[in-house]
Antibody
Framework: QVTLRESGPALVKPTQTLTLTCTFS??????????VSWVRQPPGKSLEWLAL???????YYNTSLKTRLTISKDTSKNQVVLTMTNMDPVDTATYFC?????????????????WGQGTLVTVSS | EIVLTQSPGTLSLSPGERATLSCRAS???????LAWYQQKPGQAPRLLIS???SRATGIPDRFSGSGSGTDFTLTISRLEPEDFAVYYC?????????FGQGTRLEIE
């Protein structure tokens, strides 16, 4: 059974750095082809893909946010961590982690077959 | 990046009716790398379709996907009460992955 769960602060101040952790089970990031991604959704709006890390430690980022994002993994703990610097009120959103599959092998183009429940992050002073 | 435009924005139908949702891309989506998701309030998206037409595990066969190039369709053959939700398409053929703005399927 595949599960993912996001954890992190519910409230951050403008200019601060956000750190979110995705803890997953039911699969391993040691397995060839496995990837984990972060996707966010502002209140009442659509979804935005942020970043992806694969089994081979390749990192991929949405170019619009690339300078602010870092994704990393701890395979032994089954965790993926996302950091986003210089937070702004427009970054207020529910942040999801998701298992990413399919597409081309060494490429960020993936669909998302299992999702965490999401964590709402509000940016406000 | 590829922009996905979904139509209609809102679709009002009754249980038992057929729903047809459209997703149009600003450029050709390679290899039919198009997915559909269902999202209910307060929940994460749920994968319905990948590869334009392959149903995900556990998805009822009343859900079907079709299309290629720039035009894709999600069809729900006979609406059940639990199908009323927001539906998103997503392309993964070109980086970055992008999502449409969503179609809200509501009970008429």
């Amino acid at each position: 059974q595949v599960t993912l769960r996001e954890s992190g602060p519910a409230l951050v101040k403008p200019t601060q750095t956000l750190t979110l952790t995705c803890t997953f089970s039911g699969f391993s990031l040691r397995t060839s082809g496995m990837c984990v991604s972060w996707v966010r959704q502002p209140p009442g709006k659509s979804l935005e893909w942020l970043a992806l890390i694969d089994w081979d430690d390749d990192e991929y980022y949405n170019t619009s946010l690339k300078t602010r994002l870092t994704i990393s993994k701890d395979t032994s703990k089954n965790q993926v961590v996302l950091t986003m610097t210089n937070m702004d009120p427009v970054d207020t959103a529910t942040y999801f982690c998701a298992r990413a599959r399919g597409g081309n092998y060494y490429d960020s183009g993936k669909y998302f077959d299992y999702w965490g429940q999401g964590t709402l992050v509000t940016v406000s002073s | 990046e590829i922009v996905l435009t979904q139509s209609p924005g809102t679709l009002s139908l009754s249980p038992g009716e057929r729903a047809t949702l459209s997703c149009r891309a600003s450029q050709t989506i390679t290899s039919r790398y198009l997915a559909w998701y269902q999202q209910k309030p307060g929940q994460a998206p749920r994968l319905l379709i990948s590869g334009a037409s392959s149903r995900a595990t556990g998805i009822p066969d009343r859900f079907s996907g079709s299309g290629s190039g720039t035009d894709f369709t999600l069809t729900i053959s006979r609406l059940e009460p639990e199908d009323f939700a927001v539906y998103y398409c997503q392309q993964y053929g070109s980086s970055p992955n992008t999502f449409g703005q969503g179609t809200r399927l509501e009970i008429e």
